[in-house]
């Protein structure tokens, strides 16, 4: 069956937001289009064939058109991707892209993108992208408006905070570690699979927390309206993997992407927010980001830590090794 409308897809969305606009223009939700379709959840990563078909006959477009919006996401391995929330509303999406969205009088919208537990820019305006929580996919003089619990627009009379060119290098680097690019010469590591192994095994320790220290990803913490809260792992907890983000806030996430830069980064490639967040480069003791983390996982959490050593690679191990000897020495 043919749907009465089907807006076209915007360059550069998601196959789950184009899919949520076509069906909040024919007036459904999107789990009874996802019934009627026959299908479940939109998935960016690794939609089924039949699902992309279905969606073109439905929209009336040619399949190849359909297929290239899951083709951007199709870079994003498995376990690498975000949960959909029940609702069909993504992660997140860029204000920028919204603002600019409703001032042209179009839909709004969300990139492919946004479905990377490790990415939280917009690959168009490289901002902080905004999660979509609180926010509904509104029908207001026939364009499609993300808008929030107060009737608020994504975008409107809203500063776009900035991230740190760091940060989004290593969305670049894990982009090209994917496709088998070596990083360049400001990471410690530089073989091509080097960011995702070491990102596996670290993602777990710098959300762990010992007592009452933070984890160590909340040193980088740049919101400072809305309390101080992220989520955190006891050391007991921990678990290798980048599953351990799914689902998980974009502000938990940048923080993660941001402790990450710090241990595998070179540290005169860290300049800026960065840097100052641990202030080794200027500390008496030169402590370095590895003992830092070190201190924030505890004697549990430095235990399984050395025992996933042989699981980094060498330049990252070394660091790491170097770290918990010298906290052993310190702590006992």
């Known amino acids: 069956m043919r749907l009465p409308i089907a807006p076209r897809p915007i360059e550069g969305e998601g196959l789950s937001s184009w899919t949520a606009r076509l069906a909040a223009h024919n007036f459904v939700d999107p789990t009874a289009f996802w019934s009627w379709l026959d299908v479940g959840a939109i998935d960016d990563v690794a939609p089924l064939l039949t699902t992309i078909g279905q969606l073109a006959e439905a929209a009336g477009l040619p399949i190849t058109e359909i297929a290239a919006l899951a083709a951007r996401g199709g870079s994003l391995r498995p376990g690498w991707s975000l949960n959909a929330h029940d609702h069909g509303l993504r992660e997140a999406a860029c204000p920028s892209c919204c603002r600019d969205a409703a001032d042209a009088g179009r839909d709004q919208w969300w990139p492919a993108e946004s479905q990377a537990v490790m990415w939280v ?99 980088f913490d740049t919101d400072r309206t809305s309390g101080s809260h992220m989520f955190a792992l006891d050391p007991e907890e921990l678990a290798n993997g980048v599953a351990i983000l799914q689902g998980r806030s974009v502000r938990t996430r940048r923080n993660v992407l941001a402790a990450l830069v710090s241990l595998l980064s070179k540290p005169a490639a860290l300049t800026g927010e960065l840097a100052e967040a641990l202030q080794w480069r200027t500390a008496p003791d030169h402590r370095g980001p590895f003992r830092v983390l070190a201190d924030h996982i505890g004697e549990f959490g430095r235990s399984r830590l050395r025992a996933d050593l042989a699981r980094l690679p060498t330049a990252i191990a070394e660091s790491a090794e170097t770290a918990l000897d010298r906290a052993t020495a310190e702590l006992g």
């Open 121 to 219: 820019s917009c690959p168009i305006h490289r901002c902080v992208l905004a999660g979509l929580d609180l926010f509904n996919l509104t029908l207001e003089a026939g364009r499609l408006r993300l808008v929030d619990e107060e009737g608020r627009s994504l975008g409107a009379g809203r500063t776009i905070p900035a991230l740190d060119r760091r940060l989004l290098d290593l969305e670049s680097a894990i982009a090209d570690a994917m496709t088998g690019e070596a990083p360049n010469v400001s990471w410690r590591e530089r073989s091509a699979p080097g960011p995702l192994r070491s990102i596996t095994v670290l993602t777990g320790y710098v959300l762990a927390r010992e007592r009452q220290r933070p984890p160590f990803a909340q040193l």
